[in-house]
RNA sequence: GCCCGGAUGGCGGAAUGGCAGACGCAAGGGACUUAAAAUCCCUCGGUUCUUACGAGCUGUGUGAGUUCGAGUCUCACUCCGGGCACCA
């Protein structure tokens, strides 16, 4: 063997692996599956070191599984629709499907180049019709149960551009290609009914123990549920009418001062009618209308309102209360209307005091008198207390009374009781180009169509003109547009929306198992082997929105018979960012590192041990070009240490060590120690790559590899040689999730055949890890006075006789009173003295 | 404003309530070499005392607390990072 020269042996042993297709997985009753997942990417251009990394933390998983002896199932495949694809067309004169297509082909060679094991027969393309037909095909049958919707909804517009921009696209309120102020524009929109799902959505959260706290805490508030009421207001003067509002605090309604109701709410216009106010009114809604929804979000809290003019009658007292329209009043939460309570509120409190609306007090604190001074009343009191000034409800508990003041409207039929979330239903709509057709067909006479099963996929046309201006170019296809109804053979035309990209990755992890399945898109059978997905891994980034549209997809394709289980996802990982001078590595601050750059100076196998290294998986990684350096001297050493004693190899060559029993008699001190050390360090790094603690794993085999050069080879006998080479063994095969390549390389030298990377994982010798001596920590008053070696299982009593004879612990504990005396088998003995 | 994280040497990080700083990087020293690189070995939180061997004090963002014992648990605070849909 020669110097360590990575890329030669990089190249010959992913070929060697391709040849016999090691990575290709078929349904196995008779063993375990596993399934192991890391998120796939969208194609921009070239791998960057986040990429790099998740993956290098999912190769490591999926191979240390297969080493297991698990059947695993480890797929990838390109997120391939969406924005930046068009971007680049525009920019690039260059087609979005061309553009992708030829990413993807050079992120593919790079993913290669890695040595990641997966099985590419099962790659998939969002962007290709063989996989979206078949979420048209969802869609369908989602528009058939009412699970798709439409309904008016606003969007980002510019006013010059003449088109709808994402969120993305808006910067600082202003439109990133004209710089023109956007403004919103209300359109007919597709929606998914994911709120359909919200509770069972909620209630799962509580059913997936292998997820992250923080993750399942970040869903749980997305989906928001809160218990509450809503009231109906009758407004003065007004016979028909009344003002629904939604509250979680019934208990406060005695200390409503005024209303709050959306800009955008039905009833502004009409309540402003013909008042003195109705100019300012209707400029107000007119300013919030055009304001665009992140503006509007964005104003850091200034909140604004107008009064309309108008009372609202308080149903439980009869007082009339003002009605204002107010800026942070949102139409799609509740019912865009809300009784303002600035007693108990603490934005209501500020609005009032901006607005000199009364304070009423109808909750009381111990502290405080039934009707406090402005002095006294410095804040809203948000806390329960007793209640006041709310005639019947007078003295009880405010807490109590949130149940007896609903109970109370619902039988009085003011209101009722009802539940809600904050969770709104999945826009999916997008004017774009680059992304699944809505397959559905507008007829004069038949109405809305959706296009017949046997028509899919409707294929996006390929000759589109795309420019940053203007319309969604499919709408100016004219041969895509114009379409004969399929109910009637009238003319119709087409929907031109495509559909919001996060509805590939709703499902994808459901295609892999079986990619090239007709007729149905999803193969019951092949799915219900390998799912649900045993590990997923990707960015914290996706920690609300992808991971929640997955859930709620696996839901509705439960629900239509494709899957089978509740959840697609049974265990989480959420990897850290990788981080270089302070900041997120962004190709827009300069501060990339090229994947290929490593890998042609040190290799693929030091780029994954070095992403893996650097930090733990779940916490931000910062980046170091140094420290890359020692994990390629690290495999260095390894490689040495093996090329330097081909002699013994050679003697031992043959003979199976593995995990053998040796009889402890012939062996040398040293080398019962390092064989001790080593089945110590096989036991830590197999649990620690169990619970993704891939940084310390690595950290055990460096300091075995630091063990192995302490013993002078020269000198061990043959016997010795034997253990030599079977702690080489575990040490290779150990290395082998991590640098595959070497450990392939470096096993055929130690003079075995097959490949690594097929062995099974190395055995624990638990003879071995026994220590025969246990080092006992002597403390006296909390500071380490003493430390000694005792025989394992030495009684107490001798344990404490030995240490209070140390000179040491003499010289501490002479004069002073022993009060207390702690002994932590095997491990620690305490002294609490006091005195001086 | 709300929610979720985090803070340990020059740096990345390690530590079931039990020896703080494993492992790696950087730095310094030595061996090898004509030399350099590579490699191999040693030292490496701060500080005081000691010729030395060594011994002591101090130290995990700040301040309290619980405990024989706290980086770890509790409370209050400071700073940093991430997320957000002003949620009635």
Not at 131 to 152: I, S, T
Not at 679 to 703: P, Q, R, Y
Not at 768 to 778: N, Q
Request: proline content about 5%; charged content about 25%; overall charge neutral.
């Amino acid at each position: 063997m020669s110097d360590y020269s990575p890329r030669e042996i990089e190249k010959k042993w992913q070929s060697a692996w391709a040849k016999d297709n090691v990575d290709q997985v078929t349904e196995d009753k008779k063993k375990e599956k596993y399934y192991c997942l890391e998120m796939f990417p969208y194609p921009s251009g070239k791998l960057h070191m986040g990429h790099v990394r998740n993956y290098s933390i999912g190769d490591v998983f999926a191979r240390y599984k297969k080493m297991r002896g698990y059947n695993v199932l480890h797929p990838f495949g390109w997120d391939s629709f969406g924005l930046p694809a068009e971007n680049a067309a525009i920019k690039n004169n260059i087609h979005p499907a061309q553009w992708t297509y030829k990413n993807i082909d050079e992120m593919r060679r790079q993913m290669k180049d890695m040595g990641f094991g997966y099985d590419w027969t099962r790659e998939v393309m969002t962007c290709h019709k063989d996989y979206y037909k078949w979420e048209q095909l969802f869609f369908v049958k989602m528009l058939n149960k009412g699970l798709a919707y439409k309904k008016k909804s606003t969007v980002n517009w510019c006013e010059d551009c003449k088109t709808v921009l994402a969120n993305e696209q808006v910067q600082d309120g202003k439109c990133w290609r004209c710089g023109k102020n956007i403004t919103t524009k209300e359109i007919e929109q597709w929606f998914f009914k994911i709120t359909n799902y919200a509770q069972e959505l909620l209630d799962g959260c509580d059913k997936l123990p292998g997820w992250p706290e923080r993750v399942l805490t970040m869903q749980k508030n997305w989906i928001g549920r809160s218990e509450g009421a809503e009231v109906d207001f009758a407004i003065k003067g007004v016979k028909d009418t009344k003002l629904r509002i939604y509250t979680t605090r019934p208990d406060t309604i005695f200390g409503v001062t005024f209303m709050s109701i959306a800009p955008e709410h039905p009833l502004t216009a009409s309540l402003c009618k013909g008042k003195p106010q109705e100019k300012e009114v209707l400029a107000f809604v007119d300013k919030i209308r055009r304001t665009s929804k992140i503006e509007r979000t964005a104003e850091g809290g200034v909140k604004e309102g107008v009064f309309t003019g108008s009372y609202a009658i308080n149903p439980l007292n009869n007082e009339e209360i003002p009605i204002y329209a107010a800026n942070f009043v949102l139409m799609d939460y509740g019912t865009g209307a809300v009784m303002a309570v600035p007693g108990h509120d603490t934005r209501d409190f500020a609005f009032a005091k901006k607005y000199n609306i009364p304070i009423k007090v109808v909750i009381k604190a111990d502290w405080m008198s039934a009707n406090p001074t402005d002095a006294e009343l410095k804040d809203a009191y948000v806390e329960p207390g007793i209640m006041v000034n709310s005639l019947e409800f007078n003295g009880i508990n405010s807490e109590l009374a949130i149940s007896k003041i609903s109970d109370y409207i619902e039988s009085k039929k003011l209101g009722k009781k009802t539940i809600n979330y904050r969770l709104k239903d999945w826009g999916i709509s997008r004017q774009r180009y680059w992304g699944c057709p809505i397959p559905v067909i507008y007829c004069d006479k038949c109405g809305m169509v959706p296009v017949p099963e046997k028509d899919l996929p409707v294929v996006l046309p390929e000759d589109a003109k795309l420019t940053a201006i203007g319309d969604n170019p499919l709408s100016k296809i004219d041969s895509f547009v114009n379409v004969k109804c399929p109910k009637c053979g009238g003319m119709g035309h087409r929907e031109t929306d495509t559909m919001d990209t996060f509805v590939e990755s709703s499902w994808y992890y459901a295609r892999y198992t079986a990619p090239k399945d007709e007729p149905s898109g999803i193969n019951k059978e092949k799915a219900a082997y390998w799912l649900p997905v045993d590990q997923y891994i990707g960015g914290i980034e996706h920690a609300i929105m992808h991971l929640l549209y997955a859930r709620f997809f696996h839901k509705v394709l439960r629900d239509f018979g494709y899957l089978t289980g509740d959840e697609p996802f049974k265990n989480l990982l959420t990897q850290g960012m990788v981080i270089k001078d302070g900041h997120k590595m962004s190709k827009s601050l300069g501060n990339t590192v090229d994947p290929d750059y490593i890998i042609n100076k040190y290799g693929a196998d030091t780029a994954r041990l070095f992403s893996v290294f650097a930090a733990p998986p779940e916490k931000d990684l910062d980046w170091n070009d140094h420290g890359v350096e020692g994990c390629y001297r690290f495999i260095g050493r390894i490689w040495r240490f093996i090329d330097n004693n081909s002699s013994i190899w050679n003697e031992m060559k043959g003979i199976s060590v593995l995990s053998q029993n040796v009889s402890a008699a012939n062996l040398s001190p040293e080398i019962k120690k390092l064989r001790s050390f080593t089945h110590k360090t096989l036991k830590k790094v197999t649990s620690d790559i169990d619970i993704f603690g891939l940084n310390t794993a690595v950290a055990a085999m460096m300091e075995l590899v630091n063990e192995i050069y302490k013993i002078d080879v020269s000198k061990i006998n043959k016997d010795d040689k034997k253990v030599l080479k079977e702690v080489t063994e575990i040490l290779v095969l150990m290395l082998t999730p991590f640098a595959p390549h070497a450990s392939c390389e470096l096993w055929n030298e130690l003079g075995n055949d097959g490949m690594a990377i097929q062995h099974i994982w190395p055995s624990v010798d638990e003879k071995a890890v026994i220590e025969d001596h246990k080092l006992i920590v002597v403390q006296i008053n909390g500071k380490v006075r003493a430390k000694m070696e005792i025989p394992t299982g030495t009684s107490e009593e001798k344990v404490k006789k030995i240490a209070f004879a140390d000179v040491n612990v003499k010289k501490f504990i002479e004069g002073k009173e022993i009060k207390k005396v702690i002994y932590v088998e095997g491990k620690l003995l305490s002294i609490a003295v006091s005195g001086s």
